[in-house]
């Protein structure tokens, strides 16, 4: 497996850097090729880079060389499906498991890693099969046409196979009228046709991406429909757990919301990361390179890595 970039900017250059830590490929849930994404990322002026498909590294050979070719850094990276409770609610909602998106960015050990995540990438592929039947059950379609056109969404890897596979089949066979609705109605946590993963602790998460050496960050911490305390509460949990950094909201969030997150950061003293989760046809209104600025005293924690490089 391949190392990051070798031509590794300073951490004093990343102020000039066009910088996109939050991207996905066919390999995962996202609708370009690793070849064509780091082609886009080109065309929209990026120049470092992360790859990180859900619960696989399998994309990142194909990243690497075809961003050697285009001069851009690229950053060794992996988005994380784990699970942690959240405590502190009231009444019946005292206690709340969540399934949290963790990204581990500059690792270098791909054996470890890899070995770990295959046992989540044959639960995506069960849980992707367990949501259609659901689907299927719930709408009166077939559930075996309704398999092979989300598994071909997935180019027929099983183990691919994520939500917004599924929404844009739902979406397709007009079952619902915007991709959004079939999270909202189906396929959101805890909706009709929700199964949660099999996987890690964020704990367990976190220390995994350390021992194979790279940097934990807390991704789209606003986007698992949580209460802003409750929000709070995991990017503190998180820091406690040894986590490097938090994914700053995006652009498209209220001002409230990005503050609400600074604050936290800072009060945790945990580095920070920007990237566009981007996804392509899937989900259109996430662009590349369109992330959010750093607050005033906020350091993005691939600087250190920059360093190390």
């Known amino acids: 497996m391949p190392q990051s970039s070798t031509s590794q900017p300073s951490s004093e250059d990343l102020a000039y850097k066009r910088i996109d830590l939050h991207s996905h490929s066919t390999c995962s849930d996202g609708s370009n090729t690793p070849n064509e994404l780091l082609h886009k990322a080109h065309a929209a002026n990026i120049d470092i880079f992360a790859l990180t498909d859900h619960d696989t590294l399998a994309g990142i050979p194909e990243a690497k060389a075809v961003a050697d070719e285009l001069g851009i850094t690229l950053i060794n990276g992996v988005e994380i499906s784990c699970q942690h409770t959240l405590t502190g609610g009231y009444g019946k909602n005292k206690a709340k498991d969540k399934v949290i998106h963790v990204l581990g960015l500059g690792f270098s050990d791909f054996e470890e890693m890899n070995d770990t995540l295959t046992h989540i990438q044959t639960s995506r592929g069960n849980r992707g099969r367990m949501i259609v039947e659901k689907m299927a059950e ?165 600087e250190d890595l920059m360093n190390a490089g």
């Not at 079939?182 to 009709?192: E, G, I, M, T, V």
């Not at 503050?259 to 003293?269: K, L, Q, W, Y």
Request: glycine share 8%.
């Open 138 to 302: 719930l709408t009166g379609h077939d559930f075996d046409e309704m398999w092979q056109a989300v598994l071909a969404k997935a180019d027929g890897n099983a183990d691919a196979v994520g939500r917004a596979h599924i929404a844009k089949v739902l979406l397709e066979q007009e079952i619902v009228p915007t991709m959004q609705k079939a999270f909202d109605k189906y396929l959101a946590d805890n909706k009709a046709a929700y199964v949660p993963i099999e996987t890690l602790s964020m704990e367990d998460t976190i220390s995994l991406i350390h021992r194979c050496g790279g940097k934990a960050v807390l991704a789209h911490p606003t986007r698992y429909n949580l209460s802003a305390t409750r929000v709070r509460k995991l990017i503190a949990e998180f820091a406690q757990f040894g986590g490097d950094g938090c994914e700053l909201p995006n652009n498209d969030e209220p001002l409230s919301t990005r503050r609400m997150v600074d604050r936290s950061i800072a009060e945790h003293g945990l580095q920070v990361s920007t990237g566009s989760d981007f996804h392509g046809t899937s989900m259109p209104w996430r662009k590349l390179g369109d992330v959010p600025s750093l607050a005033e005293g906020q350091r993005l924690v691939i």
